[in-house]
């Protein structure tokens, strides 16, 4: 549990810096965790399972998401220029597909 703590307050007080943030926790762990709750979500649905459960499957990355999406917001904000409006743009952009497929 500590070990979690420590991972949640890192990023969430920017000791991450921002760009592996971005390619490492978004674009990468978070792109992968998506796709394996969709597939799992449609294994689920397509074995006879009440649509809500698929659903429920579908949205459990969702915290996680809005998390990171905060974290990547918080950490280009003080960054700050092109760099961090790029990464907010993106980070937007990405959480909106994440959740929407």
């Known amino acids: 549990m500590r ?3 420590r991972h949640v307050l890192q990023r969430w007080e920017g ?4 760009r592996v943030l971005i ?16 597939v799992a979500s449609l294994i689920v649905l397509g074995s006879g399972a009440s649509a809500w459960i698929g659903f429920a499957v579908f949205l459990l990355p ?6 990171i999406f905060l974290c ?6 003080q960054v700050g220029g092109i760099w961090g409006n790029l ?6 952009l990405w959480l909106a597909c994440a959740t929407i497929l």
């Open 62 to 67: 969702l915290p996680y998401n809005l998390f």
């Open 23 to 38: 390619i490492r926790d978004m674009l990468i762990l978070g792109t992968l965790l998506n796709v394996v709750t969709t």
């Open 15 to 18: 000791a991450i810096p921002l």
């Open 87 to 92: 990464s907010s743009i993106l980070a937007a």
């Open 72 to 77: 990547v917001w918080r950490g280009a904000g």
């Open 3 to 5: 070990r979690l703590k």
